[in-house]
């Protein structure tokens, strides 16, 4: 795992957190949370509509510490570019400049500006928080929907693959590509700090998981966060200029671990989990053992 960050040396203010009017083991408030101690107060944030929108806050009250912006839907992306061209004619260098959207603000509704802005190799960081659902709205399904799992709209189960958009990214030739977890926080942090201390366009791909469009505890939040990548369905990695790092190599628990007891995948077959396991084996070499 990158061991970058010491948690124990973090500052102890949050710049989110307290305050917000997220659920109980949001994943992405527990996400912002993290980012923002790294980050730092001198950063600005947009954020299309989404659950991390609302949750931090609306009208006159926000329980953000940071200059937060709400844009519609599609431009989140194109609205951080413009902060960072303001701040450059003014000369303040000294600024992340953040838009952070949800699937449908990241992968689908928002991807015509988020693929523009790392065309042009804005000088910005772009999260995606990915509970792999659109919860805002209902629970229904997204680009970023694994297959079978079962959703609002979608009560067969989803019957095609999920969308790489870390993969989409990587192939737009931009400096900084990763994926990260709230259940390895060190790791999320580490990498948000590198994609800080760089110029240009930076993309960060979270998984950060929502209990109620699982269908998993409340308190099981961060847990199932960390089975996805012990099992290996999500991997944590970084592209950095081209080159590929693993920073986590996963335990490889049985897959079921992590499937099974979500309510979303309840009409997951024995066959079809078998074979989600074959495909974990097959990527990380172990087939056959």
Same mark, same amino acid.
């Given at each position: 795992?990158?061991?970058?960050?010491?948690?124990?040396?973090?500052?102890?203010?949050?710049?989110?957190?307290?305050?917000?009017?997220?659920?109980?083991?949001?994943?992405?408030?527990?996400?912002?949370?993290?980012?923002?101690?790294?980050?730092?107060?001198?950063?600005?944030?947009?954020?299309?509509?989404?659950?991390?929108?609302?949750?931090?806050?609306?009208?006159?009250?926000?329980?953000?510490?940071?200059?937060?912006?709400?844009?519609?839907?599609?431009?989140?992306?194109?609205?951080?570019?413009?902060?960072?061209?303001?701040?450059?004619?003014?000369?303040?260098?000294?600024?992340?400049?953040?838009?952070?959207?949800?699937?449908?603000?990241?992968?689908?509704?928002?991807?015509?500006?988020?693929?523009?802005?790392?065309?042009?190799?804005?000088?910005?960081?772009?999260?995606?928080?990915?509970?792999?659902?659109?919860?805002?709205?209902?629970?229904?399904?997204?680009?970023?929907?694994?297959?079978?799992?079962? /959703?609002?709209?979608?009560?067969?189960?989803? #019957?095609?693959?999920?969308?790489?958009? %870390?993969?989409?990214? $990587?192939?737009? @030739? =931009?400096?900084?590509?990763?994926?990260?977890?709230?259940?390895?926080?060190?790791?999320?942090?580490?990498?948000?700090?590198?994609?800080?201390?760089?110029?240009?366009?930076?993309?960060?791909?979270?998984?950060?998981?929502?209990?109620?469009?699982?269908?998993?505890?409340?308190?099981?939040?961060?847990?199932?966060?960390?089975?996805?990548?012990?099992?290996?369905?999500?991997?944590?990695?970084?592209?950095?200029?081209?080159?590929?790092?693993?920073?986590?190599?996963?335990?490889? /628990?049985?897959?079921?671990?992590?499937?099974? #007891?979500?309510?979303?995948?309840?009409? %997951?077959?024995?066959? $079809?989990?078998? @074979? =989600?396991?074959?495909?974990?084996?097959?990527?990380?070499?172990?087939?056959?053992?």
């Amino acid at each position: 795992m990158n061991d970058k960050i010491n948690l124990e040396q973090l500052p102890k203010e949050d710049l989110f957190g307290p305050g917000n009017v997220g659920c109980k083991g949001c994943g992405a408030a527990i996400a912002g949370r993290q980012a923002m101690k790294v980050l730092g107060e001198r950063t600005m944030v947009t954020i299309p509509a989404s659950c991390m929108a609302t949750l931090g806050g609306n009208n006159r009250t926000t329980t953000w510490k940071v200059p937060f912006y709400h844009t519609l839907f599609e431009i989140a992306p194109a609205v951080s570019s413009g902060i960072r061209a303001a701040l450059e004619i003014q000369g303040i260098k000294d600024v992340n400049v953040i838009s952070w959207g949800g699937d449908a603000g990241s992968a689908d509704i928002g991807f015509q500006s988020l693929t523009g802005a790392a065309e042009r190799d804005e000088d910005i960081i772009h999260v995606c928080y990915d509970n792999e659902m659109y919860m805002n709205t209902g629970g229904q399904t997204s680009s970023q929907t694994p297959k079978w799992a079962i /959703t609002t709209n979608g009560s067969l189960g989803k #019957p095609t693959n999920k969308k790489n958009m %870390l993969k989409i990214m $990587e192939a737009h @030739g =931009i400096g900084y590509v990763a994926s990260a977890s709230i259940a390895f926080p060190a790791d999320l942090m580490a990498k948000f700090k590198k994609a800080s201390s760089r110029k240009g366009f930076s993309y960060i791909h979270i998984l950060a998981p929502c209990f109620k469009g699982w269908g998993i505890p409340a308190e099981q939040t961060v847990e199932f966060a960390r089975k996805a990548v012990d099992s290996g369905l999500w991997e944590l990695y970084e592209v950095e200029d081209g080159v590929k790092t693993r920073t986590y190599e996963p335990k490889l /628990t049985p897959v079921s671990e992590y499937l099974v #007891p979500q309510k979303r995948f309840a009409k %997951l077959t024995t066959q $079809e989990t078998e @074979g =989600i396991q074959q495909q974990i084996s097959t990527y990380y070499g172990k087939a056959g053992e």
